[in-house]
């Protein structure tokens, strides 16, 4: 549960069962996807994505030099399927979805 920044409604005013996190104004803001502006969410998607690239990069990485040490720093970066599945963290591909769902009635 969570509060928008911008209409101050609670997590159910959104379609999306994720805020988005904008930190564009310096400090860290949870809206409603739908609460975005366009620009700041394009913005948003291009980090996530470049970020998911760097993910991917390790992951493959990981496969090719797998040990006990390398795992603890992959999971220490990015985080555990334990803690995704219980929603500590998001999943980046579920936000990265959600952001192109929004953008397509946006334009
Ligand atoms: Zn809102």
Redesign the pocket.
């Known amino acids: 549960m969570y509060e ?6 609670d997590s159910d ?2 379609k999306y069962h994720i805020p988005i996190v904008d930190e564009s104004k310096g400090k860290k803001v949870m ?2 996807l ?2 975005c502006p366009k620009e700041n969410l394009i913005k948003l998607l291009h980090e996530k994505v470049e970020s998911e690239k760097m993910f991917f990069d390790e992951a493959l990485n990981l496969s090719e030099n797998l040990s006990a040490e390398n795992i603890e720093k992959f999971e220490k970066k990015f985080g555990t399927y334990d803690e995704i599945k219980q929603g500590i963290k998001i999943d980046k591909l579920v936000e990265i979805l959600a952001i192109v769902d929004q953008l397509k009635t946006l334009s």
């Open positions: 928008c920044e911008q209409c101050h409604g005013h959104s809206l409603h739908e609460c």
